[in-house]
């Protein structure tokens, strides 16, 4: 909507409420909210923009600004605008870009900023206009947690009825249907308890205007879901995931349930992912496809995979960017550890899907990332990385076409692998960023305050606590 088409709506519609939302630098939206009539204050709908910002504490929000250097301003994107699905209170709920309050300029540890400067970067290479992109977003649905870490004990507790772990609780009555660990993928109700509830979901997903492709049990027990939304462009599909991960909480919240995006919140079963699939398009055309390729695949989807596999322990730090994460990047699990590509192959760190002959369709699938990944920036890197490879021919080399976990001792060897923790990722990114730094879209103080941000407020903090399985070990040595 244009400005002038928002102040009809809020008026015809009786909206009462605007809620002005933005994401921080890790990956969470933060929100702050305001009379509906105080919008036409800031608006000029016969210039077609919003005039004035609404400030807001830069200080106060994680990974932006000093405390003497506060003070920032919110401009509204007004064709973000859409009805707020969790709020009972009438609510138009825009998304927000972030300036400097004595620059004008956009702020440059915007995530939105990030990703609309990649969008830009791609076009003025001219390989392609536009690049599109599939998330598939995983997550478990749980019925209780409780976690806490004080100086004397640490611990957490999920549970869900309809975890394996329950199979002899006296649940009065119990009625079994506890999708065994690693069998949750595809059992129809009532082993899929959760059936109704992800439809109620993805029906106000589409009402909020996200369309949804599919959705089901995931491999794991005690509640893993997947929905799979549909490709669109880098920063619109940025905005749907942050709708996705809002909708899927409040909606659970509401049946008194528990939605979780953590990669790796059980032990001994399947993690979430978020394979993201993508392709470049130049004047319409996609020009990953070449029906005389490998897989259907051109010259350039090639060097792309090229791109993504020799920066991917760089990747990972925005990619899969929790000490989490990592609990989840092990072989055994569907981990798509080892950076190797593959038509159909899941065990590839790229898989080529191969469901159809048709040139709209070809794409390839990144696998490492998760949804603890900040989507604006995860998809901002992955596209530097690709065009890099585009833009320098770089050679992925041969496909594996079989099961990497499979192979003999000498042959594994051989395969590079994402890195096996947080720190090592920051490592490689600290050493392999210039890919990043092309056409200004991310800028040295991001990557700086990134690595910063992640050593000390989550790998020492990891790092200097007593895990609860180190008494396990070592209580009584």
């Avoid at 309050?101 to 540890?109: A, E, G, V």
């Avoid at 909020?208 to 995931?218: C, F, K, L, M, S």
């Avoid at 394979?275 to 319409?284: E, R, V």
């Avoid at 790229?350 to 469901?355: A, E, F, L, S, W």
Wanted: glycine share 6%; hydrophobic share 35%; proline share 7%.
């Amino acid at each position: 909507m244009t400005p002038e088409e928002i102040l009809k709506f809020v008026k015809d519609q009786n909206i009462e409420i605007i809620d002005l939302k933005f994401n921080d630098l890790p990956g969470l939206w933060q929100h702050f909210s305001i009379p509906a009539s105080e919008l036409i204050e800031i608006a000029d709908p016969t210039k077609g923009i919003w005039v004035e910002g609404i400030g807001f504490d830069g200080s106060s929000i994680r990974g932006f600004q000093k405390i003497q250097e506060s003070d920032m301003i919110l401009m509204l994107d007004p064709k973000t605008a859409v009805i707020d699905p969790a709020c009972e209170v009438p609510t138009l709920s825009i998304i927000c870009n972030i300036y400097d309050p004595i620059t004008k300029k956009p702020y440059s540890r915007d995530p939105r900023y990030i990703a609309e400067k990649a969008e830009e970067y791609l076009r003025s290479t001219g390989i392609a206009d536009t690049s599109y992109w599939g998330p598939e977003m995983e997550f478990f649905i749980f019925d209780d947690i409780r976690f806490d870490q004080k100086e004397n004990c640490g611990y957490y507790y999920v549970d869900s009825i309809e975890g394996e772990w329950n199979s002899g609780r006296e649940e009065n009555p119990n009625l079994g249907y506890k999708p065994r660990y690693k069998e949750g993928y595809f059992p129809v109700p009532p082993h899929d308890s959760l059936q109704d509830l992800r439809s109620e979901i993805i029906l106000t997903m589409i009402r909020t205007g996200i369309p949804v492709e599919v959705h089901h049990h995931e491999v794991a027990t005690a509640g893993q879901g997947e929905i799979d939304m549909k490709f669109d462009t880098l920063v619109n599909t940025a905005d749907k995931c942050m709708w996705y991960k809002y909708i899927v909480k409040n909606i659970c919240r509401k049946h008194k349930k528990v939605a979780t995006f953590m990669p790796k919140p059980l032990f001994g079963d399947n993690g979430s992912g978020m394979h993201t699939h993508q392709s470049l398009w130049k004047d319409g055309k996609n020009i990953f496809f070449d029906p005389q390729g490998y897989a259907l695949l051109s010259r350039e989807a090639l060097y792309y995979i090229g791109g993504l596999l020799k920066h991917s322990p760089a990747l990972m730090a925005f990619c899969a960017p929790t000490t989490n994460s990592y609990k989840r990047l092990v072989p055994g699990f569907e981990a798509p550890v080892n950076l190797i590509y593959s038509h159909r192959n899941r065990s590839a760190g790229v898989r080529i899907p191969v469901y159809t002959e048709n040139p709209k369709t070809k794409r390839i699938e990144y696998r490492p990332p998760d949804n603890s990944c900040n989507p604006y920036l995860a998809f901002s890197a992955m596209l530097m990385a690709g065009l890099d490879g585009i833009e320098n021919k770089i050679d992925p080399g041969e496909p594996m076409d079989k099961d990497a976990y499979e192979l003999s001792g000498e042959e594994a060897r051989e395969i590079k692998t994402v890195p096996g923790s947080l720190e090592e990722a920051l490592d490689a990114l600290e050493e392999d960023h210039d890919f990043l730094l092309k056409g200004d879209v991310f800028t040295k103080d991001v990557i700086e305050v990134w690595i910063e941000y992640k050593r000390e407020r989550e790998i020492d903090a990891i790092r200097l606590r007593p895990h609860p399985y180190e008494f396990y070990l070592y209580f009584d040595i």
